[in-house]
């Protein structure tokens, strides 16, 4: 997305190569909790088959919120936590580095993934 926005490859390549520590510890998040969700979702829906669509869907926002956490905390281990000399610093520096970036990766993956939790759903009630 990054690629559209800017027209430059070599853009998208440096930003990626600047965060690529957020990025990585991000998707070993999103990878580790889908695990341990994924077990839990495939256990439930088992026992009630109604509610195994909105259970995939909940299982997906959960990974996503979990990784955003996960991708955040690095950012703000890094550098936020260094900036706030007091609380008012620190404050902005847990706005900036877990509140904005969950609202825009919600914002932008709230509709895939409902239609990816709702088809996970399905794939669980028909296992």
């Known amino acids: 997305m990054f690629g559209f926005i800017s027209q430059s490859f070599t853009e998208t390549l440096k930003f990626i190569g600047e965060f690529w520590v957020n990025f990585s ?3 070993f998040g ?8 994924g077990i839990k ?3 439930y829906p ?3 088959s109604f509610f195994s669509i909105p259970v995939g869907i909940l299982g997906l926002f959960c ?14 281990f ?5 900036d706030a000399e007091n609380w008012t610093e620190l404050k902005n520096s847990l706005f900036d580095y877990y509140v904005k970036p969950m609202y825009w990766i919600i914002l932008f993956g ?8 709702g088809f996970l759903g399905y794939l669980l009630k028909m296992d």
């Open 110 to 117: 709230c509709i895939p993934t409902i239609i990816t939790g």
């Open 63 to 76: 990974i996503l919120i979990l990784g955003i956490i996960t991708g955040s905390s690095v950012g703000f």
């Open 25 to 27: 510890v991000a998707l």
């Open 46 to 48: 088992s026992k009630k």
């Open 41 to 43: 979702m495939e256990e």
């Open 30 to 37: 999103l990878y580790g909790f889908g695990y341990f969700i």
């Open 78 to 82: 890094e550098e936020g936590i260094h």
